[in-house]
């Protein structure tokens, strides 16, 4: 079952007045939708636009999985447990929350930044904060979230290049940049596609693309 959602569908968010603006794919604060809580294990794919100066203050998260995608500028983070990065285009970040972590996420760089940030449910809650960052990422290099029982594989492709889409129980597709086919459905920036049973099925580079997709073994 492949079952498409469209960058337009996505719940508006954040706070423009401040700079911040977020588009949230699944059921977010005040944006409330029991029908669109999860798929697999992934709760939250929030695209995120901060201008310079911009950011989220302190504030706390548990027992979820948050991995950040940077798409364009640098994303400064701080934590509660004594973290603090820069990460930049092409790095993937992920904070594992586990019993309990507060974060700053922050735009202090020139120019603005736009990061994709997915949140993942764990297979079991509790536990200690733990912290990890990936410095320019490859496709062939998938990263896994043993914690959410899930696999992310990055695809940059040409136009007419074609990937494999994994096989599994479920499988979050979510296009950075450019222009891409899954299953024959077109797909543009910000749209997503979530699939049930995912078995010999391949992303196409209409035009240079980024995409990002998550394999998943569990609901």
């Known amino acids: 079952m492949i079952d498409v959602r469209r960058a ?4 508006p968010g954040g706070d423009p007045a401040t700079g911040i603006e977020s588009r949230h794919a699944f059921s977010f604060g005040p944006h409330y939708d029991p029908g669109n809580l ?3 294990a992934v709760i939250a794919c929030n695209e995120e636009r901060l201008a310079p100066g911009a950011g989220f203050d302190e504030h706390p ?4 999985e948050i991995v950040t995608w940077i798409v364009e500028g640098e994303l400064t983070h701080r ?8 990460v930049r285009r092409g790095d993937l970040q992920r904070l594992s929350s586990a019993g309990g972590v507060r974060h700053v996420e922050r735009n202090d760089g020139p120019g603005p930044l736009t990061f994709v940030q997915m949140w993942l449910a ?3 809650p509790g536990g200690e904060p733990s912290y990890d960052i990936v410095r320019g990422i490859a ?4 990263y896994a979230v043993p914690e959410a029982g ?3 594989h990055v695809r940059r492709l040409g136009a007419g290049e074609r990937t494999a889409v994994p096989d599994g129980a479920y499988v979050y597709v979510h296009v950075v940049r450019g222009e891409v086919r899954v299953g024959g459905e077109e797909l543009g920036p910000g749209d997503s596609v979530r699939i049930t049973e995912a078995k010999d099925l391949a992303a196409e580079g209409v035009t240079a693309a980024e995409v990002l997709l998550w394999e998943m073994a569990v609901g």
């Open 150 to 152: 899930a696999m992310l």
């Open 38 to 40: 999860r798929f697999g």
């Open 61 to 64: 998260h548990s027992h979820t």
């Open 139 to 142: 496709d062939s290099t998938p």
């Open 8 to 11: 337009a569908q996505r719940y």
């Open 79 to 86: 934590d509660s447990v004594g973290n603090e990065t820069v």
């Open 122 to 124: 764990p297979l079991h």
